[in-house]
């Protein structure tokens, strides 16, 4: 069984899926009523969040939604760092930094992250195992070959996810602090995001907790056909429960209230909480 604790938060098959609230800070977000960059209403949004039930916070200053275009190094560390210090001074929760670049893990860790979200699965920066292993934090992990989610059948995405496993190992990155991640959305197709999710079961063989987000992406506005991202929240909720009852144990969203209701009802169903 996996049973760790991810930044004091007990997360494995016997702890309740850790609930983790998006706040997405970049503009380009496929999501646009997500979208926050004053730091005050930053601040505000993840104070509500940890209200309803969130345990960690995200934050995000680059989308890596498809066919965004990368801003720089310094673009991104203008975004996010404004942000970060006015949310860190608010919550108490684990802060997590969704950046595929070192220099913006280290210096977030810095002022106030706890954990990194890196959706290359160390793959985009050779240096971010280093700055993981230094400040001795935890990391999810996303499925990517090349592009992040780029992984389809799930075999793929368990050879992958390994990969970055192997990179772990080779950079003596603490094990027991991963999350693994199977990217669903990125533009890889409905099939395969609901290929992904109904086998998400297999993922449990690598032995370690799996982080999914699915809130609002495209491929639930593809199967409900709902263009605009704020009508999808039933549908990710839906999503939700399948990925729980198929072993998620942490999900990404940018619904907290509604997130936990659904997940603590399906946790009942499975036993999973005493």
Not at 102 to 124: P, R, T
Not at 132 to 155: H, N, S, W, Y
Request: aromatic share 4%.
């Amino acid at each position: 069984m996996v049973k760790r604790k991810f930044s004091g938060i007990p997360l494995g098959d016997e702890a309740p899926a850790v609930i983790t609230g998006v706040i997405n800070i970049a503009p380009e977000t496929f999501y646009k009523e997500s979208s926050v960059q004053n730091p005050q209403k930053a601040a505000d949004r993840a104070e509500k969040m940890i209200e309803e039930g969130a345990d960690i916070i995200d934050l995000g200053a680059m989308s890596t939604a498809p066919g965004v275009e990368p801003i720089s190094l310094e673009e991104e560390k203008q975004r996010l760092l404004p942000v970060l210090e006015k949310v860190s001074e608010r919550i108490d929760a684990p802060i997590s930094i969704d950046t595929q670049r070192a220099e913006v893990a280290k210096i977030a860790l810095e002022s106030g992250g706890q954990m990194i979200n890196d959706v290359s699965g160390f793959k985009y920066d050779s240096r971010m195992p280093s700055v993981v292993t230094d400040f001795d934090c935890p990391a999810v992990l996303m499925a990517a070959k090349q592009e992040p989610g780029d992984a389809r059948k799930i075999e793929e995405v368990k050879q992958v996810l390994q990969e970055s496993l192997d990179i772990c190992d080779r950079e003596g990155v603490d094990l027991e602090k991963i999350v693994i991640d199977p990217g669903i959305g990125f533009g890889k197709g409905v099939k395969w995001d609901l290929h992904i999710l109904k086998n998400l079961h297999e993922l449990k063989k690598l032995n370690h907790p799996v982080c999914v987000g699915i809130s609002r992406k495209s491929f639930i506005g593809e199967v409900l056909d709902l263009k605009d991202p704020a009508d999808r929240l039933w549908g990710s909720l839906g999503a939700t429960a399948i990925a729980v009852m198929n072993g998620a144990d942490m999900i990404r969203t940018h619904d907290p209230k509604e997130t936990i209701h659904v997940v603590r009802v399906v946790e009942a169903i499975r036993g999973k909480v005493d």
